[in-house]
């Protein structure tokens, strides 16, 4: 049998309740609170993404982001021994041939960058010469 507990609303608690909704009442002062708040979020996050490389910003592309997570994984894994250990017992490869695998890596780990606009793609066959 489940029994509810009801408890009587305090002179506390009444007092806390006009408050609250004599700030929802008044919506100017919540929307300024609101927008305080979203401005100091901003400036965080511009002041992280100043500091840090990986954190990208509004004009990072697709293939920046990936090769930087690609990048942060494999260095995490090559800096971490026990991590080393752990891919070179699961890959049966001793661990300094697995480590310089991920060093290679590192240098285009999800492939070429994608041509910019107004660039023609860079071509990796030979032209046919007759």
């Known amino acids: 049998m489940v029994t509810s507990v009801s408890r009587a609303i305090t002179f506390s608690d009444r007092g806390k309740i006009a408050s609250l909704l004599q700030l929802f009442r008044n919506n100017t002062d919540w929307q300024q609170h609101k927008m305080a708040?979203?401005?100091?979020?901003?400036?965080?996050?511009?002041?992280?993404?100043?500091?840090?490389?990986?954190?990208?910003?509004?004009?990072?592309?697709?293939?920046?982001?990936?090769?930087?997570i690609h990048r942060d994984t494999y260095s995490s894994i090559v800096g971490h021994p026990p991590?080393?250990?752990?891919?070179?017992?699961?890959?049966?490869e001793p661990?300094?041939?697995?480590?310089?695998?991920?060093?290679?890596k590192m240098l285009q780990p999800v492939g070429p960058p994608p041509p910019r606009e107004?660039?023609?793609p860079v071509s990796t066959t030979q032209p046919n010469v007759d």
């Not at 901003?42 to 990936?66: C, F, M, N, V």
């Not at 991590?83 to 049966?92: D, E, I, R, T, V």
């Open 83 to 92: 991590l080393l250990s752990y891919m070179a017992l699961a890959q049966n």
């Open 37 to 68: 708040d979203k401005l100091r979020t901003q400036q965080e996050l511009e002041r992280l993404q100043a500091r840090y490389i990986g954190t990208g910003h509004p004009d990072t592309t697709s293939w920046e982001w990936k090769t930087n």
């Open 118 to 120: 107004g660039e023609e």
């Open 95 to 104: 661990a300094t041939k697995v480590r310089a695998q991920l060093i290679r």
